[in-house]
């Protein structure tokens, strides 16, 4: 894998699956930034993997567009867009409001559409990844719903 200079973007990046990629792209050359909503454990993710940080929600409008601004004004092009940032709840159907569905469509759909629909206005043309819904049943037998991010390959334009 050859990415030398490349310019990665990685929503959701300070734990497993995402930092897991920071971590394999940099190795192999790549500028990688990371994103996290949790401050102190992006600031820490970013600083063991080498990675710029980004401390942002990305089902905040505001924060998706600061996003790109600090990344765009570090990077000066985004050659990459994994969007894998997701938040999740496995909780009985019973116990599951709406206010938590809505939260989690924010950041896992609608942060998704957000991060992914922003980079065509920084003329970039790079790949993105998106995240999808999951949903499964415990081994309790209780039902539950599990909103996980997974990759999707890019589609053609």
């Known amino acids: 894998m050859k990415l030398d200079n490349a310019n990665i973007l990685i929503t959701g990046g300070t734990l497993g699956i995402g930092r897991a990629t920071?971590?394999?792209l940099?190795?192999?050359?790549?500028?990688?930034?990371?994103?996290?909503?949790?401050?102190?454990r992006t600031q820490e993710a970013a600083a063991e993997l080498g990675a710029?940080?980004?401390?942002?929600?990305?089902?905040n409008s505001a924060d998706v567009q600061r996003t790109f601004d600090e990344f765009m004004n570090r990077y000066g092009r985004l050659d990459v867009l994994i969007n894998n940032a997701g938040i999740g709840l496995?909780?009985?159907?019973?116990?599951?409001?709406?206010?938590?569905?809505?939260?989690?469509?924010?950041?896992?759909?609608?942060?998704a559409a957000m991060m992914a629909g922003r980079p065509r206005f920084l003329n970039s043309r790079m790949p993105a990844t998106s995240s999808t819904l999951v949903?499964?049943?415990?081994?309790?037998?209780?039902p539950a719903?599990?909103?996980?991010?997974?990759?999707?390959?890019p589609s053609a334009a």
């Open 22 to 24: 920071a971590k394999l």
């Open 26 to 40: 940099i190795e192999h050359g790549a500028n990688v930034a990371i994103t996290g909503r949790d401050a102190s």
């Open 52 to 59: 710029m940080a980004i401390t942002a929600d990305v089902g």
């Open 90 to 111: 496995t909780r009985g159907l019973d116990q599951l409001t709406v206010e938590d569905f809505e939260t989690i469509y924010r950041v896992n759909v609608f942060g």
């Open 135 to 142: 949903l499964r049943q415990p081994q309790t037998g209780m």
């Open 145 to 153: 719903v599990r909103y996980m991010p997974a990759p999707k390959p």
